[in-house]
T-cell receptor
Framework: RKEVEQDPGPFNVPEGATVAFNCTYS??????FFWYRQDCRKEPKLLMS???SGNEDGRFTAQLNRASQYISLLIRDSKLSDSATYLC????????????FGGGTRVLVKP | SAVISQKPSRDICQRGTSLTIQCQVD?????MFWYRQQPGQSLTLIAT?????????ESGFVIDKFPISRPNLTFSTLTVSNMSPEDSSIYLC????????????FGSGTRLTVV
């Protein structure tokens, strides 16, 4: 079982629609969680950190469910520019702040 | 967020040669991280580089193949040694950015093709 798993997609989303996807992680001791966005041939860029109480940043909402060991990302009112691969990233803690990346979920927003 | 200058941005190398990738950060950071992203894959951590000590390598990566230098708190290099076509990948450095929502900032990556 992979340490961090994501549905690879692609999720084909009409412009203006809402899309949501999850990420599961295997290590219950994981300490922090992030969603990154990666555009084609670009480096990953932090979209948002995920807090225990859930958090929202504009059209993006992230939630953490520690009991079931998953995090989610919801995008409202999708824009064409939201088309990207969304990487779920988990800090497994222990020594050295080791980040573990999911395989990414590809989102394609279409007119 | 921290600004990372990574170079070269891309290179095409002959098998058996070595390439050194550099990352310069605009602020002092304790740890720098080196990742590999193979075609169509997500990122895999190669090693963690601390200033003044040897890098810590992840399973499957060894110092002889990927020697790392960390001479000060703003700079690090990763060398890909004795390259083969299987080393063709994107290599990225990263730092923990405590100023920016405790996320991690990445360099723009080095796209390596070994022929």
């Amino acid at each position: 079982r992979k340490e961090v798993e994501q549905d690879p997609g692609p999720f084909n989303v009409p412009e203006g629609a809402t899309v949501a996807f999850n990420c599961t992680y295997s290590n219950s001791a994981s300490q922090s969680f992030f969603w990154y966005r990666q555009d084609c041939r670009k480096e990953p860029k932090l979209l948002m950190s995920v807090y225990s109480s859930g958090n929202e940043d504009g059209r993006f909402t992230a939630q953490l469910n520690r009991a079931s060991q998953y995090i989610s990302l919801l995008i409202r009112d999708s824009k064409l520019s939201d088309s990207a691969t969304y990487l779920c990233v988990v800090n497994m803690g222990a020594a050295g702040n080791k980040l573990t990346f999911g395989g990414g979920t590809r989102v394609l927003v279409k007119p | 967020s921290a600004v990372i200058s990574q170079k070269p941005s891309r290179d095409i190398c002959q098998r058996g040669t070595s390439l050194t990738i550099q990352c310069q950060v605009d602020s002092q950071v304790t740890m720098m991280f080196w990742y590999r992203q193979q075609p169509g894959q997500s990122l895999t951590l190669i090693a963690t580089a601390n200033q003044g000590s040897e890098a810590t390598y992840e399973s499957g990566f060894v110092i002889d193949k990927f020697p790392i230098s960390r001479p000060n708190l703003t700079f690090s290099t990763l060398t890909v040694s004795n390259m083969s076509p299987e080393d063709s990948s994107i290599y990225l450095c990263s730092v923990e950015d405590l100023r920016y929502r405790y996320g991690y900032t990445f360099g723009s990556g080095t796209r390596l093709t070994v022929v």
